[in-house]
């Protein structure tokens, strides 16, 4: 009953953290005017008076979508974080340690460099390549991990992972000094940004969101027996390797969706489950969702600091989770080695 609460609680500071990063940016808008616009848009309600229609267009056109796509991009992100440090039983890891994050930035700077553009996706071009190396990436790394350990045991899955996030990222630097005219093209989309982002991205992530939760979320239960290890959970008949495997391509689907679309932001798939998991327990049940909801709220609010703390500029929203994620990341370092 008291995690029922806590979820409710949860989803209402979610709607406020929704409706204050649509109100506040460069030139800010009442938050009452902005519902009143969100109103009407959404269920036909009339307008208060007197709103200006230029605030109307900013806040559909640009704002919304804008928060929108930052949330869903947080929680796919700290979602993918909660499975990949459920499976490796380290509070540490992170869906990156798999080669995700390398693979679709080497996707994304090929197609930078090369200017191409694919018919029908035309303009979308970059995330979906983007989106197909990382996913390709993470399928070489479980294959190449299944192969040389049939158990597939968390040290050989961090250390398959490592050694192809070392490769890709060795041809990723290949490519940016052979055409170092696109390095800071290809070094601002590393960074992450949700800048000049319209509805058409938050349509084009809802499928890898939904896609990657439903995945995920089927498999809660064997999350939870996992967390006892992996001999107690093949004595209850659970294929690990097989639950592992799903679990890594779901993940990756989270991720490289993600990725793809906002370029690299870390710290968030860090940060939300550890909080997560201190308020609502371990239980994967609500672990998964919450970490979603979460990590969705503080990219919004990273994203807002982003774009409001050296007005009318911008700081890629990568900076702002790392400054704010790297304290948090040696608290838990230097709080496990204590214990």
């Known amino acids: 009953m008291a995690n029922k609460k806590k979820i409710l609680i949860s989803v209402l500071i979610a709607l406020i953290i929704i409706s204050i990063g649509t109100s506040y940016g460069s030139s800010n808008i009442n938050i009452m005017d902005t519902i009143s616009i969100l109103g009407h848009k959404l269920f036909n309600i009339p307008l208060k008076e007197n709103i200006d229609p230029k605030n109307i267009s900013i806040v559909w056109n640009l704002r919304l979508p804008r928060v929108?796509?930052?949330f869903l991009v947080g929680g796919c992100?700290?979602?993918s974080g909660a499975v990949v440090q459920s499976i490796l039983k380290n509070q540490l890891a992170?869906?990156?340690?798999l080669g995700v994050s390398a693979g679709s930035s080497l996707g994304a700077a090929m197609i930078i460099v090369s200017g191409v553009s694919l018919p029908i996706i035309g303009g979308f071009t970059l995330p979906v390549v983007?989106?197909?190396?990382g996913l390709i990436t993470v399928y070489l790394v479980v294959v190449f991990s299944s192969k040389i350990d049939k158990t597939m045991s968390n040290n050989t899955i961090i250390l398959s992972g490592m050694v192809f996030s070392l490769f890709v990222n060795a041809l990723l630097t290949t490519v940016t000094a052979l055409f170092s005219q696109d390095l800071k093209s290809i070094s601002l989309w590393q960074m992450g940004s949700f800048?000049?982002?319209g509805w058409s991205y938050v349509r084009l992530i809802i499928p890898f969101a939904l896609i990657g939760m439903l995945g995920v979320l089927k498999f809660t239960r064997e999350m939870d027996i996992l967390t006892f290890g992996e001999e107690q959970a093949m004595s209850v008949g659970v294929d690990t390797s097989k639950v592992k495997k799903k679990l890594f391509i779901f993940s990756a689907v989270l991720t490289g969706g993600a990725v793809s679309l906002?370029?690299?932001i870390g710290f968030v798939d860090l940060i939300a489950p550890h909080v997560v998991r201190k308020i609502f327990g371990s239980n994967h049940k609500y672990v998964i969702p919450m970490s979603f909801v979460f990590g969705g709220c503080l990219m919004i609010v990273s994203d807002l600091i982003a774009r409001t703390i050296v007005s009318p500029s911008e700081l890629p929203v990568g900076a702002v989770t790392a400054i704010i994620g790297a304290p948090f990341f040696a608290y838990v370092y230097f709080?496990?080695?204590r214990r």
């Open 94 to 97: 992170s869906p990156y340690t």
């Open 262 to 264: 906002s370029g690299t």
């Open 77 to 79: 992100l700290a979602a």
């Open 130 to 133: 983007g989106f197909l190396f």
């Open 195 to 197: 800048a000049m982002k």
């Open 335 to 337: 709080n496990k080695s």
């Open 68 to 70: 929108l796509l930052a």
